[in-house]
C-alpha cells in the first residue's frame, strides 16, 4: 500500500460478531495502519472456561463470540500493543445484557 493509502484508525463495532476466524482481518489492518494507528473494535465476548480450543464459536444466534485470551494472542502475533481491552455489556439481547469485549490496539 502507498502511504495515501494507510490509515490513523479502523474501528470495527458489532461487525466480528459474524465472522469467526479473526486473523485475516489482523493481518489486513495491520498492513492498513500507519504505524502509530489504532484498531478498535467490538466483539461478543465466549467466557475463557469454555472448551473451546479455537477461540471462537458461532452461537444459535448465528453470531460469533470470541476469547480474550484469543483476541490477545492475535494481537501478540500481529505485533500490535493492547491499549485498551475491557470485558462488559455491549448490547442487549431479549431485555438481557450481552458480555463483549472492547479493545483499542495500537
Same mark, same amino acid.
Given at each position: 500500500?502507498?502511504?495515501?493509502?494507510?490509515?490513523?484508525?479502523?474501528?470495527?463495532?458489532?461487525?466480528?460478531?459474524?465472522?469467526?476466524?479473526?486473523?485475516?482481518?489482523?493481518?489486513?489492518?495491520?498492513?492498513?495502519?500507519?504505524?502509530?494507528?489504532?484498531?478498535?473494535?467490538?466483539?461478543?465476548?465466549?467466557?475463557?472456561?469454555?472448551?473451546?480450543?479455537?477461540?471462537?464459536?458461532?452461537?444459535?444466534?448465528?453470531?460469533?463470540?470470541? !476469547?480474550?485470551?484469543? %483476541?490477545?494472542?492475535?494481537?501478540? +502475533?500481529?505485533?500490535?500493543? /493492547? #491499549? =485498551? *481491552? !475491557?470485558?462488559?455489556? %455491549?448490547?442487549?439481547?431479549?431485555? +438481557?445484557?450481552?458480555?463483549? /469485549? #472492547? =479493545? *483499542?490496539?495500537?
Amino acid at each position: 500500500l502507498k502511504k495515501e493509502n494507510m490509515y490513523n484508525l479502523v474501528f470495527a463495532c458489532d461487525v466480528f460478531c459474524y465472522i469467526g476466524d479473526l486473523d485475516s482481518i489482523f493481518i489486513s489492518v495491520k498492513k492498513s495502519i500507519v504505524a502509530d494507528g489504532m484498531f478498535a473494535f467490538s466483539t461478543e465476548c465466549l467466557e475463557e472456561s469454555h472448551g473451546e480450543e479455537k477461540g471462537f464459536i458461532l452461537h444459535q444466534s448465528a453470531r460469533f463470540a470470541h !476469547k480474550r485470551s484469543y %483476541i490477545e494472542s492475535l494481537a501478540i +502475533k500481529h505485533s500490535f500493543r /493492547i #491499549l =485498551a *481491552i !475491557k470485558t462488559c455489556p %455491549i448490547r442487549k439481547n431479549e431485555g +438481557k445484557d450481552v458480555k463483549g /469485549i #472492547l =479493545a *483499542i490496539l495500537s
